[in-house]
């Protein structure tokens, strides 16, 4: 007989209950990492059950987050609210079947027995009143109105339930220790682990991959599984990432560098956060750091995720810092090898942001653009680098680092006369060439009675706000003979 390998079906199911945050995107990643890897569904579900935590807002956060990283889905958003049908028919099922029971015990007699467990230093269970109610006593409490929630069997025989977790082994709770759960609260509304259960059985999802503090209602969701007849999925708990002060990152505020937003608005590539996420507590035998996608979906499997949380370095106090100095080296990185047109088409979504975009960038001056970011990215770390560091490559208006400006031009008095004159010689060049622009420098050295160096220096702070940059005469070059010769005749005002 031929056996068909189960096609896997994965899903990310956040709770839009604040921003997108570098926990939840990890967990988004490695659910599309692993629908990639096996040819996989990957389904987004937002569980907005809980009305009064979720927001139309932290949905519209999670959808621009997962498109900005490019995390495409193949099915959803799914709202879990729509679904309450679904929860509570199953519910139904349960009854029908004895594997759930109608509970009639009041918050009051319930708060009792948990007081008196607290005083005997016990851990409260519920004792199982109503498990044992006739169908007839059922029935009269009912037919006497009395609000009641219901409760999932948990077999009272000895034994535990018992499963494998992908990442964190073995996993054994005793039966003793769960408690006959409320399944649907005496107001009718299904609790959320069997909104969550019931959903992951309908869509046939094969593997769980959700953060660790998911691994509390494991246990309680394979008894559901079971009673409901479903077959199991493979869970994969994934360690929680933590702050330096090792706090869950969820509980941190929105705009602090765990935000994905933050990310974004920083200047950093999709593709490089998602690098250094990954890398967020994963790794490959040979501690790899940088991957393609198609380098990391090969290399991806839940052998490489580690038990510990991994701690992200924020080094949010810290000045030089605006993060974690890892993910900002992997963006250079990527800011430099990745193809000039794909940078060049981040850069304008930056310059649009700035108000520094010009229609001929695209148009008559598209090569020009595409050389121009390739000439300067090599320095860069992030995008946003591309407006303050340079900008005076796109605008005329930028300022001039202030201690260059002291040190390589304000220093040097006769400057005042002898940049606006170098500005004349560079506007007769024809052509503007770095030959000609090479010996134009070299001559008005020898006229001026100054060092080529102390010339080179002054013009590259003029002309391009800054001491240090790719190769001299690139950089004038792509200014442009126009541009550079009016920097030069303007500079005799910064004397002033
Ligand atoms: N909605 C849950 C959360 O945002 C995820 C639960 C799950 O993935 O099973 O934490």
Redesign the pocket.
Same mark, same amino acid.
């Given at each position: 007989m031929n056996t068909v390998a189960k096609k896997v079906v994965v899903r990310f199911?956040?709770?839009p209950t604040g921003y997108l945050h570098i926990g %939840?995107a990890r967990?988004a990643i490695f659910n599309w990492l692993y629908a990639k890897k096996t040819g996989g569904k990957f389904i987004l579900r937002i569980?907005d059950t809980d009305a009064e935590r979720s927001s139309k807002d932290s949905v519209q956060g999670i959808l621009d987050g997962m498109r900005w990283l490019g995390l495409d889905w193949d099915e959803g958003p799914n709202f879990q609210s729509e679904f309450t049908a679904d929860h509570l028919t199953a519910a139904g099922k349960l009854l029908a079947s004895g594997h759930a029971y109608k509970c009639f015990c009041t918050q009051e007699v319930l708060e009792q027995k948990r007081t008196a467990a607290r005083d005997a230093k016990a851990t409260f269970v519920y004792d199982g009143l109503c498990r044992d109610l006739s169908p007839e006593e059922t029935a009269a409490k009912e037919v006497a109105g009395l609000p009641y929630t219901i409760r999932l069997k948990v077999p009272r025989q000895p034994g535990a339930v018992v499963f494998e977790d992908a990442v964190y082994g073995v996993i054994e709770k005793k039966f003793q220790d769960i408690e006959d759960f409320v399944i649907v609260r005496s107001n009718g509304r299904p609790l959320y682990v069997l909104s969550?259960a019931v959903d992951d059985i309908r869509d046939g999802i094969t593997h769980?991959i959700? %953060?660790q503090?998911?691994l509390a209602n494991t246990p309680k969701q394979i008894l559901l599984y079971q009673a409901l007849g479903a077959p199991l999925p493979v869970f994969a708990h994934m360690s929680l990432a933590l702050d330096p002060q090792k706090a869950k990152i969820s509980k941190r505020k929105h705009g602090e560098p765990v935000a994905i937003h933050f990310y974004r608005e920083k200047g950093f590539l999709p593709w490089a956060l998602i690098n250094f996420l990954v890398l967020l507590g994963w790794s490959t035998p040979d501690n790899r750091e940088i991957f393609s996608e198609t380098e990391l979906i090969a290399a991806f499997s839940f052998v490489g995720i580690s038990r510990n949380n991994p701690v992200m370095d924020l080094r949010q106090d810290d000045p030089k810092f605006i993060t974690d100095p890892k993910a900002v080296s992997i963006n250079a990185h990527y800011l430099r090898t990745l193809p000039k047109e794909e940078i060049a088409g981040h850069v304008r979504t930056q310059l649009e942001k700035s108000g520094l975009w010009q229609a001929d960038f695209a148009e008559g001056r598209a090569d020009w653009f595409r050389e121009t970011v390739d000439l300067i990215r090599g320095r860069f770390q992030l995008l946003t680098d591309f407006v303050t560091l340079g900008r005076a490559y796109f605008s005329d208006e930028f300022a001039l680092d202030p201690k260059a400006l002291e040190k390589y031009v304000l220093a040097h008095w006769e400057l005042k006369t002898r940049l606006p004159e170098l500005g004349q010689r560079v506007a007769a060049l024809a052509p503007f060439t770095a030959g000609t622009l090479e010996q134009a420098l070299r001559e008005a050295a020898a006229d001026f009675s100054l060092k080529l160096g102390i010339l080179v220096n002054a013009v590259r702070v003029v002309v391009t706000g800054h001491p240090v940059g790719p190769e001299f005469l690139e950089c004038l070059l792509c200014i442009g003979q126009e541009k550079t010769a009016q920097r030069l005749d303007k500079a005799q005002g910064l004397w002033n």
């Open positions: 199911a956040p709770s %939840g967990t569980e969550n769980v959700r %953060g503090d998911g």
